[in-house]
Structures are given as structure tokens and as C-alpha cells.
């Protein structure tokens, strides 16, 4: 089997993978997860006429020759207050006291600021500008109307959302139910993060990166912790993981050496394996596979090359799986900052910090001296995944790149 290049194995995850079912949710609890159905609004908004700013409701008729210098007085009737609507109905020469968020009076067309006013009194304002009709005023409906649509399914929801579904009456939300999931890593040389390794021994952290990527997802994820190079161990673990979890995420084990089973030993347990490489560096000898129960994805070992690949690659198909509308976020694009050289004869994802520029709309792609699939200390410090495609070997400063933001905003 061929390594797939990028744009081609995203296309397959997004192809093989289907959305998932819908559940409803209060709205408290929506917050990162993707709407299922379009939603509409159950009413005008704003439901009525609405005052928005404090001052005076006035007939703008009857201040054509209002000025500061010659104010006019006029009677105030009542007060509008936001919840308290004036009863009445205003006439030649009347006004009321109006507050932000009330409903404007019957016969009124205008509101006058307090500030172009001599101040709120009980009886007579005193008002210094001519207002034109409409002045302070949102119109019922102007922003919505009642079976309007407000968000369409396929929306990643975000703080900015919630204000809008309250509005519309939405207490329940119908989203997309996200995979059970789990993740576990293999190697004899793992140990767990609070012991010091000893000799030809490392740390195992691949589990918490891959755990804290699916959970900017809204993807809950079970921790299966490490397993061992053993094939009848391993066999065990895996066939008994691929029938509780839906979504499987693997690292370490995909390669060609000895005591890389994942490949064969999920091949024995049935799972039809999409592609076993990737023409990408890093995260060359990556796997998707599916079953009947759902599907894996088996990263290679190597800290940058796990997170490179869920972001970068295998996130096309938990995009389809969470019922996002398309494989891939919004292109971005950076100027680099320094020249870069690609080795090897697979493009590359490399990891960047970014500057905003002055100079123009791009962010200048700064360098965080990366030395490998290993060096997680620079995927610390960057901000960005900046692609150097196989077009070229060389790329200089000034070149504009296309760039894989990191931040959660920017991972939808």
C-alpha cells in the first residue's frame, strides 16, 4: 500500500467516517460541541420596539425647532422602564421618561438621550435637540424574525453562540453525540510519568497529549495506559478495547521493526486497514482502520509526530465524525521569518511560533529551532504548524506559507 500524501488521506477519513447520532443537551452544557440540526428563532427580535437609551420618548414633530441654544419644554406623562411598558398613549406635545430595554410608548417615534436633555424631572422636560424619526429606537424584528434561522447544524459552538440560543428559547440543544473513546500506547521502554526513567527508558506521555487533543473536541477519552511489545498481551488488549470503544487512538508499535505489532495484530482482529503510511514527515507510518464497531487510528511513537498527526491529519475525520461541515478549518497563511530547508523527500509540518506584523495582514512564522519528532520542548513554544510542501526543496525568508494554527480557536 502506497503512502496516501495529506490532502488525500484527509479525504478518505472524511469520506469513510459518517457523522454521529444526535443528542440533546441543556444549554450549560453545549459549549464545545457541534449542532446537529439547524436551529430558528421562536420569536421576533427584538420582540417589540425597544428603547436603547436612557432619555426621553418623544414625538419627533414636536422638537423640529428644539436647539440648545432655544430648548423646548415639554409634559412628561409617565416612565417606560424596562419589564414596566407606559400604559398610555402619547400626544401633541407629551413625552415620557424612557429606560434602555423598554418597550416605546403608543405614539411615540423617537427617544432623546438624557444627555441632549436639562435631566429626567417629573413634570416638564427640557430638551435641547431636534431628534429625527426612529432616533435610539431597534424596530421589532430587525434583528430576527420568529422562524428565522439563527445556527446552522455544523456549527462549532462557542461562548458567542450561547447568548443567541437563550435568546430563541433553545434550553435544550440538539448536538452531536461524540465517540466513546480511548487511547493506549505501546513500548517495553514506557514508563508512567511520575517515575524518573532508568536506562533506555522514557516517559510516557503520548496518552496525555492525545487525551487533552480529543478533549478540545468535546471528546471525552479513557486512558488505557501502556502495552506491552508481546503479541498474545497485545492481541488481548486490543480486541477487547475494539469492542467497548468506538474511537481507538493508538501511538508507537506502526513501524517495521520486530517488535512493531499494531499493524498485524489489528489485521487479525478484523480491522480493514485504510492506509498504514503517509507521505509526511513526521507521522510517516500512521494508520486508519475501521470495523464494525467503529474505528482506529495508530500513530507512530514519536511525541511530535502524535500530535502532528491527530491535528494536522486524522482530524478530518473526527471533523466528519462531530458533524463539522468540512474536513479542514479556514486556510491561513504566514510569511516566514527565517529560510528553511526540507530534508528527505516528504513535505513537511513544521512547528512555529508567529509574530503579528505591522507591515501587513500576515503574521511573520518564526523559527523554535526544532530538531526532530522528538523535540516536544519546541512544539511547546509554537504556535502554529507550518507546511512545507514537496514542490520545492528550499523555502526563504519573506516566502509566504500556509500555516496550521494551534490555539483551540483555530483547531475547529
Keep these: 500500500m502506497n503512502s496516501l500524501r495529506v490532502e488525500e488521506a484527509r479525504r478518505l477519513l472524511w469520506d469513510t467516517l459518517q457523522r454521529g447520532p444526535t443528542r440533546r443537551l441543556p444549554l450549560a452544557e453545549c459549549l464545545g460541541s457541534v449542532l446537529a440540526e439547524e436551529l430558528t428563532s421562536d420569536l421576533d427580535f427584538p420582540p417589540f420596539d425597544r428603547i436603547t437609551m436612557d432619555g426621553y420618548a418623544v414625538r419627533a414633530e414636536d422638537l423640529r425647532s428644539a436647539t440648545r441654544e432655544r430648548p423646548l419644554s415639554l409634559e ?25 430595554g423598554a ?18 424631572d417629573e413634570e416638564r422636560a427640557t430638551i435641547f435637540l431636534a431628534p429625527s424619526a426612529g432616533a435610539n429606537i431597534a424596530r421589532r424584528g430587525e434583528d430576527s424574525r420568529s422562524g428565522a434561522l439563527i445556527l446552522r447544524a455544523g456549527t462549532h459552538l462557542t461562548s458567542r453562540h450561547v447568548q443567541t440560543l437563550a435568546s430563541a428559547g433553545h434550553a435544550m440543544v440538539p448536538v452531536v453525540a461524540p465517540p466513546l ?4 500506547s505501546t513500548g517495553d521502554e514506557l514508563v508512567a510519568i511520575e517515575e524518573k526513567p532508568g536506562p533506555g527508558q522514557i516517559r510516557e506521555s503520548n496518552n496525555a497529549c492525545v487525551r487533552a487533543c480529543l478533549s478540545e473536541w468535546g471528546i471525552p477519552c479513557t486512558e488505557l495506559g501502556s502495552l506491552a511489545d508481546e503479541r498474545t498481551s497485545l492481541k488481548e488488549a486490543l480486541q477487547e478495547a475494539l469492542a467497548r470503544y ?21 489485521a487479525e482482529l478484523g480491522v480493514n486497514l485504510h492506509f498504514t ?43 466528519r465524525r462531530l458533524g463539522y461541515p468540512k474536513s479542514t478549518p ?19 509540518y513544521l512547528p512555529v ?20 519528532s522528538g523535540d516536544f520542548r519546541s512544539l511547546a513554544e509554537a504556535d502554529a504548524l507550518a507546511w512545507f510542501n514537496d514542490d520545492k526543496v528550499a523555502f526563504a525568508t519573506g516566502e509566504v506559507v500556509e500555516i496550521l494554527r494551534l490555539d483551540p480557536l483555530h483547531s475547529a
Design 277 to 319: 503510511s503517509l507521505h509526511l514527515k513526521p507521522g510517516h507510518p500512521a494508520v486508519f482502520g475501521t470495523h464494525r464497531g467503529g474505528m482506529v487510528f495508530a500513530l507512530p511513537g514519536n511525541p511530535v509526530a502524535v500530535f502532528t498527526g491527530l491535528r494536522a491529519v486524522f482530524s478530518a475525520g473526527l471533523r
Design 353 to 372: 511560533a508567529l509574530e503579528e506584523s505591522s507591515k501587513d495582514d500576515l503574521p511573520r512564522v518564526l523559527s523554535t529551532a526544532h530538531h526532530g
Design 181 to 184: 473513546a480511548a487511547v493506549a
Design 246 to 266: 468506538e474511537l481507538l487512538v493508538l501511538s508507537g508499535g506502526v513501524s517495521k521493526g520486530e517488535k512493531d505489532l499494531v499493524k498485524p495484530v489489528l
Design 330 to 348: 479556514p486556510r491561513a497563511w504566514g510569511r516566514l521569518g527565517f529560510d528553511f530547508t526540507r530534508k528527505g523527500n516528504r513535505p513537511n
Design 103 to 120: 418597550v416605546l410608548p403608543e405614539g411615540a417615534d423617537a427617544v432623546v438621550p438624557v444627555e441632549e436633555t436639562a435631566g429626567f
Design 76 to 100: 412628561v406623562v409617565g416612565s417606560a422602564l424596562a419589564g414596566a411598558p407606559f400604559a398610555g398613549k402619547l400626544s401633541a406635545g407629551q413625552v415620557v421618561k424612557a429606560m434602555t
